[in-house]
């Protein structure tokens, strides 16, 4: 079965850039019948179908409310809903702060609960199925030490993604999670040329070295969310896929 979103009208947060923009080119080239695309910075997409735009900042608490009811206002519905929305502030003991955490989690694991709250209450509504997706991160497994508040956003989220599954299996809503790897996009490249100063060759000189010679491509992770959201992968649910070079609990090559 072919991955398409034929008739589905689909919930896209972070798609100003990076993966959240991937992934809508790719729902849109899916033939989604319509987008709604959410971030704190305008979006400026060329689409072939229909979208609507919400430009909000996700830490606010009446965010996700506000999302949900500007879709509904617009589109009448809710099919779809992908939570790639979020923040990858390094910070971890010794230098985390009350107010990183505060924001951190806002993001990355309150405003994902509450948008799937919505959406559910949507699909419930019109007693129709519909498909979660959320885009978690390898580094719920563990994380690096400089990545200990992010990795328990993300941690929470893949925990909150197998309890949506759970919970509304039979009211045949599909939730589901990508853990994603190490992913070139303009932020990573900014953070490690920029911020992290190591300059504008670093990283690809780390990507060089990895199995496939390169890091994962938004345009990988945007494939396999289309795929996860449409019809295409049920009845899978309540899976939280790895999308990286290194299979989970295998011995590091010497």
């Not at 060329?46 to 617009?74: E, G, M, N, Q, W």
């Not at 009350?98 to 309150?110: I, L, P």
């Not at 994380?143 to 941690?155: E, H, M, N, Q, R």
């Not at 994603?180 to 992290?196: F, I, K, N, Q, S």
Request: charged share 20%.
């Amino acid at each position: 079965m072919r991955a398409a979103l034929d008739g589905m009208v689909v919930l896209i947060t972070g798609a100003a850039r990076g993966i959240g923009a991937a992934i809508a080119q790719e729902a849109a080239q899916a033939g989604a019948e319509a987008l709604v695309l959410v971030d704190r910075d305008p979006v400026d997409l060329a689409l072939p179908c229909p979208f609507d735009t919400v430009t909000t900042d996700l830490a606010l608490p009446d965010a996700p409310a506000d999302v949900i009811s500007a879709a509904l206002a617009r589109f009448g519905r809710i099919d779809g809903l992908v939570n790639a929305a979020g923040l990858t502030t390094r910070a971890g003991y010794g230098d985390a702060t009350v107010e990183t955490w505060n924001r951190m989690f806002s993001v990355n694991t309150r405003a994902p609960f509450f948008l799937m709250d919505g959406a559910i209450a949507d699909m419930k509504a019109r007693a129709q199925p519909g498909s979660i997706i959320n885009i978690l991160s390898m580094n719920a497994h563990c994380g690096a030490p400089d990545l200990a508040v992010y990795s328990a956003t993300k941690g929470a989220l893949l925990t909150l993604t197998k309890n949506a599954a759970n919970a509304h299996m039979a009211d045949r809503i599909r939730v589901n999670g990508i853990n994603l790897g190490w992913t070139d996009t303009e932020t990573e490249r900014h953070l490690h040329a920029v911020t992290l100063g190591r300059g504008e060759g670093w990283l690809d000189a780390r990507a060089a070295e990895m199995p496939l010679g390169r890091l994962i491509s938004a345009g990988d992770c945007a494939r396999q969310a289309v795929w996860l959201l449409s019809p295409a992968s049920a009845p899978m649910t309540g899976v939280c896929v790895d999308l990286e070079q290194t299979v989970t609990g295998a011995p590091s090559l010497p």
